[in-house]
């Protein structure tokens, strides 16, 4: 498959999740393979953090199944979620990039809806990053995305505010609550399927190439978690407009590629090297006390009242790294 040819490269990042990695890809395949525009210009790319399981075996025996181009990228060590993505964005061909986490089955059609909400006319002006709608298992809408990070919208986060009924569905949040897309009105009008939004989660989200030729990769500088957000950031500061397809969806399996402690260590860590990256120092000492007063209520929501040892421990973690920095 040439270059010109290539029209949508699909980057998976796999790490001691053999079951699950299989499950995603074959979700994938089978999109692609029931899509004929798709079918002979897609490839996937999986890389591999040195995973200590049987995870590159099956992806082995399983390119031997497809005529989709299944590329391996066999990394020495753990290098992270942004790292191993930039590495897939290096060899890939597509002109349309979706970034897939390995805990995602992708329903069927869903593929080409966002490659055509990108290419070639975007509905929206300067449309560059797009992202399914993402589901539980039950088929009920998960949080996806949010509003770019102000030191009020981090707050309304952090105090839990945005989840006080009434009230915090009037006030934008970094993390929305999922209560905000709405099934499309008109099945045949793309712009009734849109939903524009300040940044969109990684979990599936679809990159033009144009926009990395202009912005850039993944900031390596962030091991994992809040990748997401400073590329949408980056992507805004470049007028480059963010939204989630309703019409495209694909069920997340919520935490099951990794622990409760590292996503929420990896989002106070993403957060503090966001607001150090992008911000005045005085935006980054503010950011830092919102963080801290955020963890203490945390510790005392999950330690004290709802007896959830584990996630207080996780935000004692946060909170100690945090007063050392």
Sequence with gaps: MSSQTTLLSIIIVSY??????????????????????????SEIIVVDNNSSDNTLER??????????????????????????NNQGIEVAKGRCILLLNSDTIVQRGSLKKLVDALHPTPAIENLGIIAARLENQDGSYQAQGGSLPTLFRLATQMFGIDDIPVIGTLLPSMQETGLNYSQPTKQDDLLSELY???????????????????????????????????????AQDHHIACAIHSGASVTHLKNASGSQEAAILGEF?????????????????AARLILIIGA?????????????KTRANAYKKALSEIRST
């Excluded at 992806?59 to 020495?76: A, D, E, R």
């Excluded at 939004?197 to 850039?216: C, E, L, N, P, Y």
């Design 296 to 308: 203490c209520i945390r510790i005392v929501l999950f330690g004290t009242i709802m007896g959830d």
């Design 196 to 234: 524009e939004i300040g940044w969109v989660a990684g979990t599936a989200m679809m990159i033009h190439r144009s926009v990395i030729d202009s912005i850039g990769d993944l900031d390596e500088g962030i091991f994992m978690y809040a990748e997401d957000i400073e590329y949408c950031v980056r």
């Design 16 to 41: 001691n999740t053999a079951r699950l990695t299989l499950q995603t890809i074959k979700s994938t395949l089978k999109d692609i393979e029931s899509t004929e525009d798709l079918r002979t210009t």
């Design 59 to 84: 992806i082995t025996s399983l390119k031997k199944t497809t005529q989709t181009l299944i590329t391996i990228i066999k990394n020495k060590k753990n290098l992270g979620f942004a790292t191993a």
């Design 269 to 285: 860590r993403g957060l503090l090297y966001l607001w150090a990256k992008h911000r005045p120092l005085w935006e980054y000492r």
